[in-house]
């Protein structure tokens, strides 16, 4: 059975960081990209991050570019989300989602599955 | 940037067809994806490249795609249906979700 289990979330200030992880398993970690879709209170899915499968290519939404940086172990079956200069508006759940090809720019790409999320709040 | 957009509310009674649309230029031109979130959970894929159904969806769900419009389709809807169904496209080399529609069952 695949599963994704992120953690690394809690409150921050803004202007911090933090190191959200999700630890894969399941399935052959290093042939699949992954990706980060968050999710602020109430509201619906923003696409985050995404990263091939061997990790050589990363891709951002232009709302965390410059600010958020996605990598992967792939000994260690893990993918990262290093956030940082964190903004109020970041506060969201994080969900850290398994794609069905290696690459990551593929129309026939999708969302499957989706670990249970780790919440980020960035308060004073 | 792409924009898709759902309707935020679509109420439906046990047993009767519901049909959630997702609207965008020319989205029947794009492959479509449908996700379900029940509250406080994850989201689930419910359909995939416009009207596929992973296993263990069931057959009262199915969607289609033409036009500017997708549309996700439940037929005799039932009560553990109820959630926020999110679609999916890609445009421009990045993916854009819909801004979602809560389900109610009446």
């Known amino acids: 059975e695949v599963q994704l289990v992120e953690s690394g979330g809690g409150l921050v200030q803004p202007g911090g960081s933090l190191r959200l992880s999700c630890a894969a398993s399941?399935?052959?970690?290093?042939?699949?990209?992954m990706s980060w879709v968050r999710q602020a209170p109430g509201k619906g899915l923003e696409w985050v991050s995404a990263?091939?499968?061997?990790?050589?290519?990363?891709y951002y939404a232009d709302s965390v570019k410059g600010r958020f940086t996605i990598s992967r172990d792939n000994s260690k079956n893990t993918l990262y989300l290093q956030v940082s200069s964190l903004r109020a508006e970041d506060t969201a759940k994080y969900y850290c989602?398994?794609?069905?090809?290696?690459?990551?720019?593929?129309?026939?790409?999708?969302?499957?599955?989706w670990g249970q999320g780790t919440l980020v709040t960035v308060s004073s | 940037s792409y924009v898709l957009t759902q309707p935020p509310s679509v109420s439906v009674s046990p047993g009767q067809t519901a049909s959630i649309t997702c609207s965008g230029d020319?989205?029947?031109?794009?492959?479509t994806y449908w996700y379900q979130q029940k509250a406080g959970q994850s989201p689930v894929l419910v359909i995939f490249q416009e009207s596929r159904r992973p296993s263990g969806i069931p057959e009262r769900f199915s969607g289609s795609n033409s036009g500017n419009t997708a549309t996700l389709t439940i037929s005799g809807t039932q009560a553990m249906d109820e959630a926020d169904y999110y679609c999916?496209?890609?445009?421009?080399?990045?993916?854009?979700f819909g801004g979602g529609t809560k389900l109610t069952v009446l």
């Open positions: 990263i091939t499968g061997s990790g050589s290519s990363t």
């Open positions: 020319k989205l029947g031109d794009k492959y």
């Open positions: 999916q496209a890609w445009d421009s080399r990045t993916v854009v």
């Open positions: 399941g399935f052959t970690f290093r042939n699949y990209a």
């Open positions: 989602a398994k794609l069905v090809y290696f690459e990551w720019v593929d129309p026939s790409n999708w969302f499957d599955p």
